[in-house]
């Protein structure tokens, strides 16, 4: 009996030690049963009147389970708390750590998937009593959820606060670490209707790794989108697209993540003025390449692009002025420095127009300038005159293909092959051109001359290299023949520039490209005869009625939808139809493509608008997307920045649940199907 006695003795001591020792610590609340996430409400010491207390909610999330930043992001929902607190105590903001991203289906989600403290601080009033504190209790709402299931939780926590000499929760000092400290400068910020720009005040020296905005303004931006960072000094200037309700922002709030270890600064931003410009930050945006790598994709890309049947009879008859004229070494070296410095003007002039425009504001990529009718006119009327040329109908010395006409034949030659030839977007030009919109302005020049210059080593081989030119046929009267069948290719781009131009504004335009065509190949051949009175009033006429046809006739015009051109029934590309496709759980294609794509329409005829991809689709359950940028479209074009692209054709596949994968440029006939049967 006596030896049974004496371990319960010890219990009632150890209790009734326990007992006296509660005003000496802070008591935790029972942890909230039956939640997928655990919560406890825990003081960071006594209290102490006069002094503000630091609680914490201590959130556990079972494994795969995650819970929400005060922005959840695309989908989720923040944190609700009602506080329960002794007269004149206040409770303030919560203070997160820095969340992480997680992105499913397409939606964005700012989360949280290990354990986790928010911290609150708490006022206490100097009269505050220290002895019998009256409990605080919080009722606290919260969502929970997997990749798969979201669950709404809820717990009322209840905490007894000590008083007195109370040791401090260790466990604070790794919490407070934790939160992303508060930046003691304004960040500025500039808003337009496509894009939040935000210059934040941070040393140059601070070292960046994956840089993310997470925005504590609801509904502002696209949550999803790539975020582009630059540095101008010791300011880093975050670019991001818009996509949400919210339309104006008077002030801004949110946290910098500087890189992956959970470091961030916290900041707060007014309407200012943002710098422009800067040096791209490694690791932001689309994931750049090094920048060799870059520019020999863009210089390979420029090579590819003297092959294209709007160029390849261009450079072919030039190449032939080196054998027919029979010049010195001097002089075919001249001719191949000349037409190099005019192909590579030309990609540097058209460049820098892009990236000015881009700075300006505007939504342009790569081939821009066919997206403007008054362009597609102009390149038109130039089709014309250079089939026409090589038919033998007129002949400008000055300009000529198939004469020697010196160095300012060969620059003309250089600058006319360049403008006619970059609209297209060939392997290895994709990454370098996309490249070029986000890198610094002089790294992004240095691409397009890189472009020019493949597009020019051919010719300029042949001025330099005497083996080479001596491989070239002998002169004869087999050059002529040869000159008109090269007509023939000429001849079918000038047709696919007038359908282009009915793509753009109708058949009334259509009809106007072909007589502004027609009536500028008159005025050649009128200068070409020295008729100077009638062309002096030709050439004004034409100008003037070119440029008020350019711009009122395709206004008039509507073309014609994804869904209604496209075997595949394609819904026409938006971001919140894509987002509506992904989250419906089902593979999506997306692809872009536009009228003047050589690339895209060869890939459409042999891969995508088959009745064997429309069957395998249907089997599959695949949606079908479809962007068209023939005219400009500033959501296409900022999707393929996005997307590390600066033209098209761009391919994208979504599995369901999972990213998009980029495609290849070329499409194979059984690609699709072969995906499809995947799905």
């Known amino acids: ?317 030039k190449a032939m002025t080196l054998a027919r004229a029979g010049e010195s070494e001097a002089g075919a070296r001249r001719e191949g420095v000349a037409y190099t410095a005019g192909v590579m003007l030309a990609c540097l002039a058209l460049g820098g127009l892009l990236l000015a425009l881009r700075a300006g504001g505007s939504e342009v990529g790569w081939a821009f300038q066919l997206q403007e009718p008054g362009v597609v006119v102009a390149l038109l009327a130039l089709a014309v005159a250079i089939t026409a040329n090589f038919a033998g109908l007129y002949e400008l010395p000055s300009v000529s293909f198939t004469r020697s006409g010196g160095r300012s034949s060969a620059f003309a030659t250089g600058l006319l092959a360049a403008f006619v030839a970059t609209p297209c977007t060939g392997p290895f030009m994709a990454a370098a051109m996309g490249a070029a919109l986000l890198l610094p302005w002089w790294q992004g020049l240095f691409l397009f001359a890189a472009l020019g210059f493949g597009l020019a080593l051919p010719f300029l081989l042949l001025g330099f290299v005497p083996a080479l030119r001596r491989l070239l046929p002998k002169p004869g009267k087999w050059m002529d023949t040869f000159r008109r069948i090269l007509a023939v290719p000429m001849g079918l781009t000038a047709l696919a520039l007038l359908w282009l131009a009915w793509r753009l504004g109708g058949n009334l335009f259509a009809v106007f490209a072909a007589v502004v065509a027609l009536a500028f190949l008159g005025i050649l051949v009128l200068v070409q005869r020295k008729e100077t009175r009638p062309w002096l009033f030709a050439v004004p006429a034409v100008a003037i009625l070119s440029a008020v046809a350019a711009v009122v006739l395709p206004h008039a015009y509507r073309p014609t939808t994804a869904s209604e051109e496209s075997l595949l029934a394609a819904v026409p590309f938006s971001d919140a139809k894509l987002a509506e496709a992904r989250a419906a759980g089902k593979p999506v294609f997306l692809w872009f493509t536009a009228d003047w794509c050589l690339t895209c329409k060869v890939n459409e005829g042999v891969a995508i608008e088959r009745e064997a991809t429309r069957d395998a689709f249907a089997k599959a359950g695949v949606v079908a997307m479809r962007g068209d940028w023939t005219r400009r479209d500033p959501a296409i074009t900022r999707f393929l920045t996005e997307n590390g692209v600066a033209g098209v054709p761009l391919y994208l596949w979504y599995a369901p649940g999972k990213d998009g994968e980029i495609l290849p440029q070329v499409l194979t006939p059984d690609s699709l199907i072969a995906r499809a049967a995947k799905s």
């Open 1 to 317: 009996m006596r030896a049974s006695f004496i371990p319960f003795l010890k219990a009632v001591v150890l209790l009734i030690v326990a007992t006296l020792a509660l005003p000496a610590a802070a008591q935790l609340a029972v942890p909230a049963q039956g939640n997928h996430i655990a919560a406890e409400l825990v003081a960071a010491g006594p209290v102490v009147p006069g002094e503000e207390l630091d609680l914490a909610l201590l959130f556990r999330p079972e494994p795969g389970w995650h819970g929400y930043w005060k922005n959840p992001g695309d989908a989720g929902l923040g944190m609700d708390l009602e506080w329960q607190l002794p007269e004149g105590w206040k409770a303030g903001e919560p203070l997160y750590p820095v969340p992480h991203k997680l992105l499913v289906a397409g939606l964005m989600n700012h989360v949280y998937e290990g354990e986790y403290a928010v911290l609150v601080p708490l006022v206490v009033p100097a009269n505050a009593a220290v002895a019998n504190i009256t409990p605080i209790e919080v009722k606290a709402n919260w969502l929970a959820c997997t990749d798969k299931i979201c669950v709404p939780e809820q717990a009322t926590l209840t905490l007894r606060l000590a008083s007195g000499q109370a040791p401090a929760d260790p466990r604070f000092d790794q919490w407070r670490a934790a939160l992303p400290p508060l930046l003691d400068q304004k960040a500025s910020f500039g808003l337009t209707e496509d894009t939040l720009r935000i210059a934040i005040p941070i040393p140059a020296s601070l070292a960046l790794a994956e840089p993310h905005v997470f925005l504590g303004n609801e509904q502002l931006i696209d949550y999803a989108a790539a975020q582009v960072f630059r540095r101008d000094g010791d300011v880093l200037v975050a670019e991001i697209p818009r996509k949400g309700l919210a339309q104006d922002a008077q002030s801004l709030s949110g946290i910098l993540k500087l890189d992956n270890e959970g470091n961030g600064i916290t900041f707060d931003a007014v309407p200012g003025e943002v710098p422009s410009g800067g040096s791209l930050i490694e690791g932001s945006g689309a994931g750049l390449a090094p920048l060799w790598v870059l520019v020999g994709g863009a210089f390979l890309g420029g090579l590819i692009l003297n092959l294209m049947p709007c160029v390849f009879p261009i450079l072919s008859l």
